[in-house]
């Protein structure tokens, strides 16, 4: 029997309320793996997690279609995670070895996957927006121009506050307005860019409202809530892939820890992570789902148990995976992977041990 639960006009099955749920789980469990990892020393560079802001991943990717695209941020774990990236191929690129998903070759920021349509994570910020306008230019284009009926994919752009006040954003609201192109543009407004509060930053706070200076539909939301975050998300999607175009969301979120792993989060006052650590998004479907009697505290907390056995999994698949071969270092650098690389005997220099003499971590 289906148990449905009216949420302001949508229905939420239990099937549908667990899948969120475990995703939400699947997140922040992963994220905090990650932190555990990364003290440990078991992976290197810049490392941000997600942590608070699983509503928004999990209220939008799992109502998409296998087949629509995603462009994330350096925060780009969990988005990943929520598209179907499995568990061990993004642990194990966060290990740098060969077995993840770039190959242990991108890292915490770059995780991308063709086949889950994860068109990646981004290091300079604002980067992603314009590959999603893209992928949804392709879309549009192969429908209309080479007359493919059976594509409707859907793009979605994930970026930061401090994002929006970045040109890439404006040029992509523009594109996206002219040529109806099916994307979401979705913010993830936490508030703060590093040490930066989005309030000082930017001169209408309201990001939603730069939507309909472009003629596109601008939506607030409660990004802490994911039954709110879906809500909105099925309408944008389901507008995009009938073809009516893109739409904004301004999602209003907090990240749970500092900006990175290596920021000692002194800036934001204890009351401010109070007050959102009082909303965490995954409390609140627990709550809703009980309430509800979508499920009970037993059904839930198998799935945690389920969620940390994967994550254990996850570590010890990447902990025995193999480091990629040195050759590997120049491969996507350039069009000829021996390129620039190769060396007088004719053998790529980074196979060379002394290439890399004297350069950090490498
Ligand atoms: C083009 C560019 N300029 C500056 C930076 C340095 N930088 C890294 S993160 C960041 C703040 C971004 O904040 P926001 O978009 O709100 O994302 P959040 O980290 O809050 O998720 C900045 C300015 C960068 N990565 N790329
Ligand atoms: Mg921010």
Known sequence: MLMKSVFRGQTITKEEGLVLYEDMVLGRSFEDMCAQMYYRGKMFGFVHLYNGQEAVSTGFIKCLK????VCSTYRDHVHALSKGVPARSVMSELFGKATGVCRGQGGSMHMFSKEHGVLGGFAFIGEGIPVATGAAFKSKYEKEVLKNDKVD???????GDGTCNNGQFFECLNM??????????VVENNLWAIGMSHIRATSDPNIWK?????GIPGVHVDGMDVLKVREVAIEAIARARRGDGPTLVECETYRFRGHSLADPDEL???AEKAHYAARDPILALKKYLLQHNLADENELKSIQTRIDEVLEDAVDFAEASP???R?????NVF?????????PDGRYRCEDPSFTAGTAQV
Do not use: N, Y
């Not at 730069?210 to 472009?214: D, E, N, Q, T, V």
């Open 66 to 69: 296998e087949g629509d695209f």
């Open 153 to 159: 994919a859907v793009s979605v752009a994930f970026f």
């Open 176 to 185: 996206a307005a002219l040529w109806k192109l099916p994307i979401i543009f």
């Open 210 to 214: 730069k939507g309909p200076a472009f």
């Open 268 to 270: 934001r006052k204890p």
């Open 323 to 325: 480091l990629p071969p």
């Open 327 to 331: 050759s590997q270092l120049l491969e």
């Open 335 to 343: 069009a000829d992977p021996k390129g620039f690389g190769i060396g």
